[in-house]
């Protein structure tokens, strides 16, 4: 699903790599939380995933695909079978919760009766069945990353990449959050979640890989979130 | 893709934008109806050459009773006949003169009250004091040196005039003022073209968030660029649609009615509706692909994909 090989990235002007030498595995299917400090190189990992950045050296492979060899116009095609959840849910305001994700499918030229009826069932599936009207405005920080989920996954992505999805979240709206990532992940998604929340990293008992300055230094099976503030 | 998403898209980007909108549908209509005047313009130039050129000659004006006392080159007093007819026939006697045709005082003074008819100058004007003259065709117009050369200083003719001269004159007027109105429509087309720049580049920061998602769940850059391109396209549209109107109410109160110049100088054959009409789709067809030409490499710069 996700291949690292030895991969490094540097950003033009900043003297320290981003991320140094990483190598990883991640199989279909898989849980997984990625945790380090802030400046440890997380969002770099994971805008490798998506191809928002190019690897300065080594290989990343996603989907089975090279992405270093992946031209402009597919990266497109290669998003689509991937969902993203970020921090701060990244809804459009004007947009109600049903058109919001509904837009999800609409950039990608879904025939409208197809999104008709996938939007009311992926709102039930996140818990916000009969607040397709509302205005994002009008929820709670909780609900409007459930609609937030619901978009990434409306397209029934292969790979679920979240960028601390909790992050703006209390710990008993997370609690529902992470609930809902796990049964996404059940339904055979690979999950991939930035985090910093150390109550969730523990309880869930997931893999774990911890990125410390760029470098990998954990990559822990059903592992705990580690080290202490 | 779904065409009722993408107009609903160009319809929130233009209202959000509505001053720069505003400012490129007035610079591309004004850079549009120069352009397309300065097309016009040299098209009505060439008419009236194909025209004129045709039957205006070499001019050997004689003298007649009033220029005897007036013009120098009359000293000798107005033309006799036998001075006529030796002209006549020399010219006839020319290589290079086509045709002479012989117009009395009395035809001269017909055809000037034609012209200008019932005005206040025409009625102070008596036969008498128009001149008899030789209209000579060239074959070839260039060689008028040779005809003014042999007839210049002949007793009884007052001067030889080419009158491609008086043309010239006018023609060269047209031609600046068509080379004025293109080099204002250039600069109005560099400030049409910075102007859509930054409209696309406000527009894609306003809507950074909407392009950032669309990029995120795999819209193709095709689909992100198309609404600023549309939009540009759009607004282009608009403002060329008000430079043929522009063009055509230009025709219409400069020929037609207004200044009705068609009426004023019915020597000048103007250029017809079908003119400008054949310009419109060339217009149009600028204000829209210039637009969104400009727009797309805006978006290279500004949106990323």
Known sequence: ?229 | MRAQFVLSEIGVGLRRNLTMTFAVIVSVALSLALFGGALLMSQQVNTMKDFWYDKVNVSIFLCNKNDATISRSCGKGAVTDQQKHQIEADLKKMDIVETVHHETAEQAYKLYKKQYGDTDIAATITPDQMQESFRVKLKDPEEYQVVASAFADRDGVQSVRDQRDILENLFSLMNGMRIAALCVMGLMLVIATMLIVNTVRVSAFSRRRETGIMRLVGASSFYIQMPFIMEAAFAGLLGSVVACGFLLLGRYFLIDNGLALAEKMQLVNFIGWDAVFTKLPLVLAIGLLMPAFAAFIALRKYLKV
């Open chain 1, 1 to 229: 699903m996700i291949r690292f090989d030895n991969v490094s990235k540097s950003y033009p002007k900043q003297n320290r790599p981003a991320l140094r030498d990483v190598s990883l595995d991640i199989e279909k299917g898989e849980f997984v939380f990625l945790v380090g400090s802030s400046g440890s190189g997380k969002s770099t990992f994971l805008r490798l995933i998506l191809r928002e950045e190019r690897a300065s050296t080594g290989l990343v492979h996603v989907l089975g695909k090279d992405l270093a060899r992946l031209s402009n116009w597919k990266v497109p095609h290669m998003r689509r079978q991937l969902g993203t959840v970020f921090q701060d849910f990244r809804l459009l305001p004007n947009k109600t919760v049903a058109e919001n994700v509904a837009f999800a499918q609409e950039v990608i030229g879904k025939p409208r009766g197809e999104i008709r009826k996938a939007v009311p069932q992926v709102l039930d599936l996140v818990g916000l069945g009969g607040k397709e009207g509302r205005m994002p405005g009008e929820l709670s920080g909780g609900e409007q990353q459930r609609v937030a989920i619901a978009r990434a996954f409306v397209n029934r992505p292969m790979l679920l990449i979240a960028d601390e999805p909790t992050g703006n979240l209390d710990p008993q709206t997370s609690v529902g959050i992470m609930k809902l990532l796990d049964r996404i992940n059940r339904t055979g998604t690979t999950v991939v979640m930035a985090t910093h929340d150390q109550n969730i990293v523990d309880q869930m008992r997931k893999r774990v890989i911890e990125l410390e300055q760029g470098r990998l230094v954990r990559d822990q099976a059903r592992g705990v979130y580690g080290y202490q503030h």
